[in-house]
């Protein structure tokens, strides 16, 4: 009985081990960006507006020329008030240089961003450690990765 339950025993108990159950990864990476130049510009109308009291318009201006304007009862008191905005010229040509234009159109609103300077940035990869990344200029970004993941009995 006591050869039957250690044939038993260890039949059970002692399992042998396969590698293949465990698998080990390590992923490095640098990611390296330079900002592009970019410029967003929005066209603006024309407006015209003309507000008063005691006036009176023998023909109103705006766009296309001043207007004619009196004071309704002479020696009484008055206000005016005239605004024009003029519409931004259509620009339908760009000049390109080199994959930049050289001399953007500006309208009325508008939003300018200037480029990223490599300068010094860098980034490597090693074998043996950490990726390592070095700073560029303005409108640059560097990142560095490791990622390590060990399963065990997957």
């Known amino acids: 009985m006591k050869r039957f339950l250690l044939l ?9 081990v396969n590698a ?11 990611s390296l960006t330079v900002q592009g130049a970019a410029i967003q510009s929005e066209r603006l109308g ?6 008063g009291s005691n ?10 020329g001043a207007g004619t304007y009196d004071v ?8 005016f008030s005239e605004s024009l905005r003029d519409a931004d010229t259509v620009v339908t040509t760009q000049t390109v240089s080199a994959g930049t234009v050289a001399s953007p159109n500006l309208y009325g ?5 200037l480029g990223g300077e490599k300068s010094t940035l860098a980034g490597s990869l090693s074998g043996t450690g950490v990726p390592s990344v070095t700073a560029g200029g303005p409108g640059t970004t560097a990142v560095g990765q490791r990622s390590i993941e060990l399963s065990v009995f997957k």
Do not use: H, L, M, R
């Open 8 to 16: 038993f025993s260890s039949v059970f108990f002692v399992t042998p």
């Open 55 to 64: 006036i009176q318009a023998t023909s109103f201006g705006g766009i296309g």
């Open 109 to 113: 609103n508008s939003t300018t961003q």
């Open 20 to 30: 293949g159950e465990i698998t080990s990864k390590i992923i490095d990476s640098v």
């Open 72 to 79: 309704n009862t002479a020696g009484q008191a008055f206000s």
């Open 46 to 51: 024309a407006s015209y507006s003309v507000s």
